[in-house]
């Protein structure tokens, strides 16, 4: 990355300062004398592992910091955790409720939302009311899978193409091999992409009501093993993910393909409603959002929307989700147009909705609490749980869109964020 003048010198001052070049140079320098603090070798989530970390991190008889560990059992995080020194509390806010009228989500849905930042339940609790006035929002699954994506390199392109073939006739043993290791998770397809003669095995998966992510991972390990084992060819060396499934990252592939669960959400809202709760017109909104929508080809942006990660990463971490996979659930696109009764027709399209509602956070008690206030804990509900996260993606970008089309976004973030 390259970077200006100006700015090139702005950074050698501060990072000079009163010091020399020898003084910057010697401070950098790898420090292998000097011996740094261990962490305790103590397992575990029970209480005295917890104290015995503690004292490790702070001196024996040292006070603990109550907000971080007051001494409760913590066993119950046991299988989320390593390391374990406390929790982080968050607020919860609650939004809506929000009508949906999905495909699988059929009705008014709570929305946690477990955020720091003031005005975001207001402004999505804002959201879900205009939706839910004008009838709800539609939803709708389009498509689902999970990739995992092992990559193996070859001496030659040859040695590439006759290894791809014996795995590419070989799926239905692969499919068996994959099945040993889940109940859940379904080998529904392989395709392949080379370089040279590199070769990567994109390797799509069905997961149930999971997420997924542990899941295929396992899988994909148990069907390489099988082909390095059986293949006619092997290959030089190959690891069991090669960073071409879009693993928590937007990714270029995320409109040509899907990663979790792809979702549309539309809605029709009535002009007196955009006039009454966010004080502009439909036409205003219109525009903006195609100002917008150019401001982020301008700057090359994966699709085009305001802030689906808001509202996604407050969800996600109120329900037990990954949140890291926010980086790849917030890509999607979102799309205003004015009808011919100054309706506003509204929707929103999110490629790499990789949710679940069994497994991974969503067994621990705040978080399994959230979904049950949802009606969507525990098997059966991804589906469902998908959609409705689609439909508080679209909540989120009516009322910001409508907030900046009618020019009162800042004082919005003035009044609940630093007057508050």
Known sequence: MTQNSQKIEQLAATLLGERSQEEVRKRLEADTKTPYARLANVKGTAPEALRG???????????????????EDMEVYGANIENCIGTVKLPVGVAGPLRVNGSFAKGDYYLPLATTEAALVASYHRGAVILSKSGGCSAVILAEGVTRSPGFAFASIGDMLIFAHWALTHKDQLKEVAATTTRFGVLQDIRFAAQGSHLY????????????????TIATQ??????????????????????ASGDKKATAQSFTTVRGKKVAAEAVIPGKYI??????????MVQYWQMSALGGVMTGTIGVQGHYANGLAALFIACGQDAACVAEAAVGITRFAILEDNGLYVSATLPNMI?????????????????????LAGAGHARAFAEVCAAAALAGEISIIGSMAAGDFTKAHDDLARKR
């Open 53 to 71: 970390r503690w004292e490790n991190l702070l001196g024996q008889g040292e006070p603990i910091p109550p907000a971080l560990y007051n001494g």
């Open 201 to 216: 095995l994109l390797c799509d998966f069905s997961t149930g009501d999971a997420a997924g992510q542990n899941m295929v």
């Open 222 to 243: 148990a069907i390489c093993d099988f082909i390095i084992e059986q293949a006619p060819i092997a290959p030089q060396y190959w690891f069991v993910e090669a960073n």
């Open 275 to 284: 006039e009454r709760f966010l004080h502009t017109t439909p036409e205003k």
């Open 355 to 375: 949710v679940g509602t069994v497994g991974g956070g969503t067994k621990l008690p705040s978080q399994q609490a959230a979904l049950q206030l949802m009606g």
